[in-house]
């Protein structure tokens, strides 16, 4: 018999780089939520990808930024503590992005770790070629990668050869999770991050990341189908409007595009019902964030 391989693998980068797209990717489901905002991920997803051979638990850390709130000191932490346990750490860069303070600043942070740091340069196809060898020249200049790989998240360029050389590289190890199993989070945090998500892509600038989501309830009626409540939590009554949408629109329509993605999460018929309620300056209050699910979890 071969040996069974397994490990954890941090991905970090900058905020809008395609973490999420990856680890959608990898899993080939949508776990984690993708806007073009930045700071989209709040909380560490993640991802888990089985093959016969090995068992690779991936992490999506929130973007790594200067903090503006106690929700954002948050993620930050979320993001560096992320890279004290893992086998390999994923440096993801964006091809269309020039090299920029926030890119240093978490460089400087992966030097002082003894964890092995592949530098990842995302989105290729959305640039010429000859545009990918002096960008890769200028971040080697910086630091000593143990692996430079170029992808398409997107696309789905390159990820196989990317999850051969994470394979390659993984220690032996047992099988942690199911083999069906794609990640750990329980179904109502990846519910509760889908409504989310379509708060963001519908609102667009109108409302800001002042957003969190709560899933009050969850069940399963007699005919398999599952009802949910939740509630949209913002901070300002203006906003209370924006998401309500005349005549109600706005809401419905948050809740027609969630509800979907929530059917091909969990394979049932879904009945979303949804809430918006306005709680100021939750993201400085920590009685806030924990209620609302930022808490600091141990893996």
């Known amino acids: 018999m071969t040996e069974h391989k397994s490990g954890f693998v941090a991905i970090v980068g900058r905020p809008n780089v395609g973490k999420s ?3 959608n990717r990898i899993v080939k489901q949508k776990i984690a939520i993708m806007s ?3 700071q989209t991920t709040r909380n560490k997803i993640q991802g888990i990808y089985t093959t016969p051979e090995a068992q690779i638990v991936f992490i999506d850390t929130p973007g790594i930024h ?6 954002g000191d948050f993620m930050v932490e979320t993001a560096y503590s992320a890279l004290r346990e893992v086998e390999i750490i994923l440096f993801l860069i964006s091809a269309d992005q020039k090299r920029g303070r926030g890119d240093d600043f ?3 942070r992966l030097k002082s770790s003894n964890t092995p740091v592949f530098l990842i340069v995302n ?7 000859d545009q990918l060898l002096p960008l890769i020249e200028e971040y080697r200049q910086q630091m000593d990668f143990a692996e430079i790989i170029p992808i398409s998240a997107t696309e789905g360029n390159n990820v196989d050869h990317l999850l051969e050389v994470i394979t390659e590289k993984m220690p032996e190890g047992p099988q942690y999770y199911p083999a069906d199993q794609v990640t750990d989070h329980p179904e109502y945090f990846v519910v509760s991050e889908l409504v989310r998500e379509k708060v963001l892509l519908l609102t667009r600038e109108e409302v800001p990341h002042s957003v969190a989501v709560v899933v009050e309830d969850m069940r399963r009626d007699e005919n398999d189908k599952i009802h949910i409540q939740a509630t949209i939590i913002i901070e300002r009554d203006s906003q209370k409007g924006i998401i309500i949408g005349k005549g109600g629109k706005m809401l419905k329509d948050i809740g027609t595009y969630a509800r979907k993605d929530i059917e091909n999460l969990l394979g049932n018929k879904v009945y979303l019902e949804l809430w918006v309620k306005v709680q100021k300056n939750w993201r400085d209050k920590q009685k806030y964030l924990q209620d609302y699910g930022y808490r600091e979890m141990d893996y």
Do not use: G, M, Y
């Open 21 to 23: 797209t990856l680890i």
């Open 36 to 38: 073009d905002k930045a």
């Open 66 to 71: 200067k903090p503006r709130h106690k929700l």
């Open 106 to 108: 978490i460089i400087e």
């Open 123 to 129: 989105k290729i196809d959305t640039v010429h070629p």
